[in-house]
């Protein structure tokens, strides 16, 4: 018998989430059926969706969220012992997968081969975050060469490969975030300006730094932020809303307010759009492939934040909430 542990949510979270909020639950895992395997979790991945989505689960429920791990006993011979897979089971350190389940967030799948790298990035630059980055920004924002491409929460997961992908497709490159570790490690790989945006007159720097204007903006963050950057766009500007960071821990009746944006909108012809990865999940794998082929030859640098033992799952998930990590963070098991 193998016993597990898993992160429950017995209370609905209020602002940022407390340890209390959660409750690490032990068990026995009971014996193989076929079609399932036992998998021993690796690597765990905190992401700002499980605050953004708690609301729509019924307390208690099982923490979600993307995991890496290597089978351990299987009846599937698709998935034999010693493969390392991909999938959406949560915060738990074994679990058993029954193969043939299918999730809506990702179905189990092998991890996609990287050489010489970690296999965390699996959540990370070769997981979802990464297919947000390259779908987001190449299928919504679509930039060419020349254009300048302005990212928010530019030093996390998504919007650092954003940035880098951007910088591949001959593009100029604002970043915004929020502190100077942050600004000096986007200028370090090739972001050609770095914003604080805790800092003052967020409008004026950015003028200053794209004096021509922004043509694609990838907004993680939402807010009085986005509308600054919006106003500042050019004639048929493309927005890709990705998240809105902003408001996740706010009082749902009390959401921050930012200015008008439809004057920029009609005025300027803007698109915006606003996406989940998974509309592209049957195409995942083309946007992997491209990321380990970047990755490989050194023109995208993925940096990962990196929290150890399972019992610290909660403190790198408040990490990211109060912006702590500088690239994926991801708990190694
Ligand atoms: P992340 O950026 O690695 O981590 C969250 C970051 O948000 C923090 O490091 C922090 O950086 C920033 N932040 C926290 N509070 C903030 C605030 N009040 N204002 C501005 N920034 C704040 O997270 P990620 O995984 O890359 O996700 C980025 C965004 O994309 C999130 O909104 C997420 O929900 C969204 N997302 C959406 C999809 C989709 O399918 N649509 C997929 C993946 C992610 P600073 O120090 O810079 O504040």
Redesign the pocket.
């Known amino acids: 018998m193998v016993k597990a542990r898993k992160y429950v949510v017995k209370k609905a979270f209020e602002g940022l989430p407390k340890r209390e909020d959660f409750e690490i639950v032990e068990y026995e895992l009971p014996s193989l059926k076929n079609g399932e395997i036992l998998v021993k979790v690796e690597w765990v991945s905190v992401?700002?969706?499980m605050r953004?989505y708690s609301t729509q689960f019924s307390i208690p429920y099982d923490q979600f969220g993307y995991q890496v791990g290597l089978v351990e006993d299987s009846k599937d011979p698709k998935f034999p012992v010693g493969t390392k897979v991909v999938s959406h089971k949560g915060w738990c350190d074994y679990v058993i997968i029954d193969t043939n389940e299918v999730d809506p967030f990702c179905s189990v799948y092998k991890l996609p081969e990287i050489k010489g790298f970690s296999d965390s990035l699996g959540v990370g630059a070769v997981g979802?975050?990464g297919a947000?980055a390259y779908f987001?920004l190449m299928d919504i924002c679509k930039p060419k060469a020349g254009e300048t491409v302005v990212v928010?929460?530019?030093?996390?997961?998504?919007?650092s490969l954003v940035g880098q992908i951007a910088k591949i497709k001959g593009c100029k490159v604002i970043g915004f975030?929020?502190?100077e570790e942050?600004l000096k490690w986007l200028e370090e790989i090739g972001f050609d300006k770095a914003i604080n945006?805790k800092g003052a007159n967020l409008s004026a720097a950015l003028k200053e730094a794209a004096p021509k204007g922004v043509d694609c903006y990838f907004d993680?963050?939402g807010?009085e932020?986005s509308s600054i950057i919006i106003n500042q766009m050019n004639d048929f500007g493309r927005v890709a809303v990705?998240?809105?960071?902003?408001s996740?821990n706010e009082d749902p009746s009390k959401t921050p307010k930012a200015s008008i944006l439809q004057p920029a909108l009609v005025f300027k012809q803007l698109k915006i759009e606003g996406?989940?990865?998974?509309r592209w999940l049957y195409r995942q794998s083309d946007a992997h492939t491209e990321l380990i082929k970047w990755i490989q030859s050194g023109e995208l640098k993925p940096r990962e934040h990196i929290y150890e033992g399972f019992e610290n799952i909660y403190d790198a998930f408040l990490g990211?909430?109060?912006?702590?990590?500088v690239g994926?963070?991801v708990v190694k098991l």
């Open positions: 992401d700002p969706y953004a979802m975050p947000a987001g928010t929460g530019a030093a996390g997961a998504v919007g975030a929020g502190s942050k945006y993680n963050v807010g932020l990705c998240g809105s960071s902003s996740y996406f989940l990865t998974w990211i909430l109060k912006g702590e990590n994926k963070a």
